[in-house]
């Protein structure tokens, strides 16, 4: 059986939040995110001391969640790109990454300035793009990559969305938030009308992937299905025989697309153009050195989760024709005009350019 990632939600690298107290907080967010709420002012007090007002050239605080649909940022981290393109500007980037689990939290986090980069699903970004339009005016910075994320469930009974019932609960990062939500909810506007799009919202259960897919690999629990993301649903059903698919994220969305994105907020972006584009530089580094050394990504993603995932299960991952390492987003806007159509957005994103920042390696998008 293949052994699963910790659950953990640890942060990596430095943190502004040290010692007692970083782990006090994480336990905090990781109940909160099951509870799907956190409170912005706890987010702001004990993440980030610094606030919005510190954001200056070579601070860079990254959020992050689960998953190899991280992976640009990992390598990023391991082999000091941002670091390297910040020296290029003329800049010293000190950087820093925690670790945190749930569209919510990280949306959070952010608008409490206590980090200055969200990486999260598209999901997400759209919600913080409509709240903050006019104020913070939070926009995407980049994709990380193109990812099928696939519905699996352990009871033998769901073949398809209709066959849930009220004893199944769907574990996902963040009920009605996050992307896989937001994706479930297009998939169910699609089979029953968009009146009907949250039907399922009230069977939806926050949990961290590591933690979902403990509980359709173990089975037994009140969880039944998980709306996940890479290795997590591949580790699902290599390990339990009772375990399918029951929806495919690309054919909700028709055809690849770019769940997982960075976004962050306006002053940001103006405050620290060199980092910023340092940072835009190592993701595009970074997406070149995963294409050409597949291996050693693989072995990057294990040195910076820890625990025991099998290699080979990655490698098959990371050479999925389906799996795209890129920085331009592909096939988001839609999602947003959906979520516009039943009212879950207030504006209605109409291109690319209107929840993207600029820049010449996102144009061409969509």
Known sequence: MTTLPSATPTPQSHSPVHGPLRHFFLRFLRRATRRGAVLCSVAGL?????????????????????????????????QKLIEKHGKVAGVDIRVEFVKLSGGAVINDALLAGSIDIAGAGVGPLFTLWDRTRGRQNVK??????????YLVSNNPAVKTIADFTDKDRIALPAVGVSVQSRILQLASA?????????????????????????AI?????????????????????AANPAAHIVLKSYDVLGGPASATVLYATEKFRND????????LD????????????????????????????????????LK???????????????????????????????????????????????
């Open 140 to 149: 995407g910075v980049a994709s990380l990559g193109n990812f099928p994320y």
């Open 217 to 237: 690999i173990k089975g037994g629990t009140e969880i039944t299905a998980h709306f996940g993301n890479p290795p997590f649903q591949e580790q699902e059903l």
């Open 46 to 78: 004990l993440l980030g001391a610094h606030g919005v007002a510190q954001a200056a050239e070579g601070q860079l605080r990254i959020a992050q969640q689960f998953g190899i649909v991280y992976l640009l940022l990992n390598v990023a981290q391991d």
């Open 320 to 366: 999925n024709p389906e799996v795209q390492f890129q920085i331009r987003p592909q096939n988001t806007l839609g999602l947003g005009q959906f979520l516009h159509r039943v009212g879950a957005l207030k504006h209605q994103p109409v291109a690319l350019q209107d929840y993207f920042f600029d820049d010449p390696r996102i144009a061409g998008g969509n």
């Open 272 to 279: 620290s153009p060199k980092t910023y584009r340092a940072l």
């Open 282 to 317: 190592a993701l595009d580094e970074a997406a070149r050195f995963i294409a050409a050394q597949p291996e050693q990504a693989a072995d990057i993603y294990l040195r910076t989760h820890g625990g025991n995932t099998d290699r080979q299960l990655l490698l098959q991952v």
């Open 190 to 214: 699609q089979r029953w009308g968009d009146p009907a799009f949250n039907r399922l919202d009230k069977l939806q259960v926050a949990l961290p992937h590591p933690d979902a897919a403990a």
